[in-house]
């Protein structure tokens, strides 16, 4: 395991300083940053990207023995990797992607008994329609995982060690219980330094990523988001979307003018469960009409191969929900083969263009019979035409 830590080479080699210590006070005024061993440091520019932490669920028991988060902690995650592989039943709380993925991991070890609670009707409603997520959770239940869907989390149940979870009503018994439930902007720091936080708890920013101190840029899962389409903040943390703001910010930092600006967070999701991708971005239907979108709805589904009789052929089925005004593309959702996890950002890309349904209609693509769909039901553009014959 140790050998995928993301080596610290390629920082070196691009003659970047690195210092290993904690930040322990931020002065603004003084510019100046103190760390716990090292010798503070001025600095002209300053960017935080201090991350996030998993957030916990207010429930009695939380802090019992047995009850683990997923930090992002290698130490931690090698213990919780031995506990797993010595429990008998474990109880995933949260069923979004790190929950669904948790889930699909665990079910491989053998005699252990996996249970994935999720409050809402559906694990992963936050980015997919419901028919999406069905094929997940179809997934997981052939892999042996019991699925609760709208459960009512009660109380964690044993003396000082877990013994079972109470949600609905029923005991669920649990050696070890996992909780899965999201993220919060490591926005402490910076508050305490007196920068202004923004909604979802993270660190108010511009567009040019400048907090409330113009000197101090902050980027990542510490930021607060807003959302591309919408314009609302949004608390969506990826990797993605902390790399981007990093490049922009980067760009930045010696100008004075023709500065790039972030437009906004457009999150791109991608997944694979038991050998289905599944890769999501932009608004889903629930959602683009709760943000008042008139929307119209498009399906395909097609073969990844051509002709479709080729070996190890999957289908990929395509949903496209358009603007019914404006025929722009607002989201869509992925699932098939590895390649949808590609094709999404075709998707992305498209909506960061504002592309409407007759864009997408006559998109120029490679085809091969070994590797894609028939450029006759190309997917993205075979989910337009029912836009494109109401247009016409
Ligand atoms: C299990 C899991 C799976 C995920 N999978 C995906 C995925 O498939 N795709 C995707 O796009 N995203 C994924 N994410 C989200 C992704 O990891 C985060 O969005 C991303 O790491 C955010 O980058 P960041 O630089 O903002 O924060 P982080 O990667 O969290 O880095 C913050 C760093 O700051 C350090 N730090 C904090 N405070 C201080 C301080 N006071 N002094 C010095 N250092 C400090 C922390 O130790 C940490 O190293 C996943 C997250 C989890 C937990």
Redesign the pocket.
């Known amino acids: 395991v140790e050998k995928n830590i993301m080596p610290d080479k390629p920082l070196e080699m691009n003659k970047i300083d690195l210092l290993i210590?904690?930040?322990?006070k931020i002065e603004p005024k003084a510019k100046k940053v103190s760390f716990e061993k090292n010798q503070a440091l001025n600095y002209e520019k300053l960017i935080l990207?201090?991350?996030?932490e998993?957030a916990l669920i207010p429930i009695k028991g939380v802090d019992k023995k047995g009850v683990w988060l997923?930090k992002?902690d290698f130490e931690y995650l090698k213990a919780l990797r031995k506990a797993a592989l010595k429990a008998k039943n474990i109880v995933i709380i949260g069923g979004g992607?790190?929950g669904v993925?948790l889930a699909e991991e665990l079910s491989a070890i053998k005699g252990l008994s996996v249970s994935l609670a999720e409050k809402l009707d559906h694990c992963l409603t936050a980015t997919f329609d419901p028919e999406f997520a069905e094929e997940v959770e179809n997934k997981l239940k052939k892999k042996g995982v019991q699925i609760q869907t709208r459960a009512r989390m009660e109380e964690i149940l044993g003396e000082k060690e877990v013994k079972a979870v109470k949600l609905n009503n029923q005991e669920i018994p649990a050696d070890l219980v996992i909780l899965a439930i999201g993220?919060k902007p490591?926005s402490n720091?910076a508050q305490k330094a007196g920068l202004k936080l923004g909604e979802c708890q993270g660190v108010e920013v511009n567009e040019y990523l400048e907090t409330s101190e113009k000197d101090i840029l902050a980027?990542?899962?510490?930021a607060r988001t807003q959302c591309l389409l919408t314009k609302e903040f949004t608390p969506a943390?990826?990797?993605?979307?902390?790399c981007h703001e990093a490049r922009i910010a980067v760009a930045n930092l010696n100008k004075k003018e023709n500065l790039i600006k972030n437009t906004g967070t457009l999150a791109v999701?991608s997944?694979s469960v038991d050998g289905l991708v599944m890769a999501t971005t932009g608004l889903g239907e629930q959602a683009a009409k709760e943000k008042g979108f008139e929307i119209v709805i498009e399906e395909s589904g097609a073969p990844n191969h051509h002709p479709g009789s080729l070996p190890d052929t999957q289908t990929i089925k395509t949903r496209l929900i358009f603007d019914q005004t404006s025929d722009r593309l607002l989201g869509g959702q992925l699932s098939g083969p590895e390649s949808v996890s590609e094709m999404i950002n075709i998707l992305a890309l498209a909506i960061q263009k504002k592309a409407t349904a007759h864009d997408l209609g006559t998109l120029q693509v490679a085809t091969h019979p070994l590797l894609t769909a028939a450029p006759t039901v190309y997917p993205l553009i075979s989910a337009t035409q029912g836009v494109l014959e109401r247009i016409r």
Do not use: H, R, V, Y
């Open positions: 210590d904690k930040a322990i990207a201090l991350g996030s998993p997923i992002k992607f790190i993925e993220a490591n720091p980027i990542g899962d510490c943390m990826l990797a993605s979307t902390a999701f997944t």
